[in-house]
C-alpha cells in the first residue's frame, strides 16, 4: 500500500465520499460496502486471516504500516496549507481534548448509554440458563413437528435480535460521545450525524428488545425496564441533538 494508491481511491467516483463517517460499523449488513472506500480498504489490506488477528503481528505490522501512511499524508496536507505542525502547542490542544472528552463522558446520556451497555452484559449472563431452556423447547418442536409452530423462524428472530442488541450494545455509548465531543467542539455537522446515528442504533434496539419480550414472556418485566431505559436515553438525545434526525448522511439518506 501506498499513498499514491490511497489518493487513487478517494478519486474514485464509484465510493460515496464520506459515507463510512455516519454508519453502523455493521459491513456484513449493509448494502453499501461496494460504494465504500474504507471498506475497500479494509478488504485489501485485511484480508489475510492472520491480518484480523490481533494476536498475529501480521496484524500489527499492517495497522502500522497504516498509521506511518497515514501520518505521511498529515504532514503533507499540512505543508501544503502552509500548517507548521512544529509550532503547534501539541500540550495545550491535548488538555483541551481531554476536558472536552470528560466533559462529553460527563453528560447525562453518555452515562445512561453506558448504564445501558452495563445492563446488557447483566441481563444476558443472568438468561444463560433461559436460552438452553428456549434451545430445547425448540428443538422439541421441531421433533414433533407440531401444527402452526414454527422452531427454525423463531430461532432465526431471536438470534436477529440478539445480534442486534450485542452490535449496537456499545455503539450507542462510542457514538453520543464523538455527538457530544462535536458539540463542545462546535462541530455541528459531525455533531448531528453521530447523534443520527446514535439514535437509530437506538430504535433498533429497542425494537430488537421488544422481540426478545415476546420470545422470553417470563422475563418480561426485566426487559420493559430496560425499554424505558432506552425510550428515556432516546429522548434525552433528542432533546441534547434536536436537528440530528434531519441531519443527511451521505448515501445512507
Not at 496484524?59 to 505521511?72: G, M, P, Q
Not at 505542525?85 to 446520556?109: K, V
Not at 442504533?201 to 418485566?221: N, T
Request: glycine share 4%; net charge negative.
Amino acid at each position: 500500500m501506498d499513498k499514491q494508491h490511497i489518493k487513487k481511491l478517494a478519486g474514485d467516483p464509484n465510493f460515496i465520499p464520506g459515507i463510512y463517517n455516519y454508519c453502523d460499523r455493521w459491513c456484513e449488513r449493509c448494502p453499501f460496502t461496494s460504494r465504500c472506500m474504507n471498506f475497500a480498504l479494509s478488504e485489501e489490506h485485511f484480508s489475510d486471516p492472520q491480518t484480523r488477528d490481533l494476536n498475529n503481528k501480521a496484524f500489527w505490522e499492517k495497522l502500522s504500516e497504516i498509521f506511518r501512511l497515514t501520518a505521511e499524508m498529515v504532514e503533507e496536507t499540512a505543508r501544503e496549507q502552509g500548517i507548521d505542525l512544529d509550532s503547534m502547542d501539541l500540550q495545550a490542544t491535548q488538555d483541551e481534548r481531554e476536558s472536552i472528552e470528560n466533559a462529553a463522558e460527563d453528560h447525562e446520556c453518555c452515562r445512561a448509554a453506558k448504564s445501558y451497555s452495563e445492563w446488557v452484559k447483566d441481563w444476558f449472563d443472568s438468561a444463560e440458563s433461559l436460552f438452553e431452556q428456549k434451545t430445547d423447547e425448540l428443538s422439541l418442536q421441531a421433533r414433533l413437528e407440531l401444527p402452526e409452530s414454527d422452531p427454525a423462524g423463531q430461532a432465526s428472530g431471536i438470534k436477529d435480535a440478539v445480534d442486534i442488541i450485542r452490535w449496537y450494545q456499545h455503539f450507542i455509548y462510542v457514538k453520543l460521545a464523538r455527538a457530544l465531543q462535536g458539540k463542545l467542539d462546535d462541530v455541528a455537522g459531525d455533531s448531528d450525524g453521530s447523534a443520527k446515528v446514535a439514535l437509530i442504533a437506538i430504535a433498533r434496539s429497542i425494537a430488537a428488545w421488544g422481540q426478545m419480550c415476546e420470545h422470553f414472556p417470563q422475563r418480561q418485566d426485566d426487559v420493559l425496564d430496560i425499554l424505558v431505559h432506552l425510550e428515556q436515553l432516546r429522548k434525552k438525545a433528542q432533546t441534547t441533538f434536536p436537528n440530528a434526525m434531519a441531519f443527511i448522511r451521505p448515501g445512507l439518506d
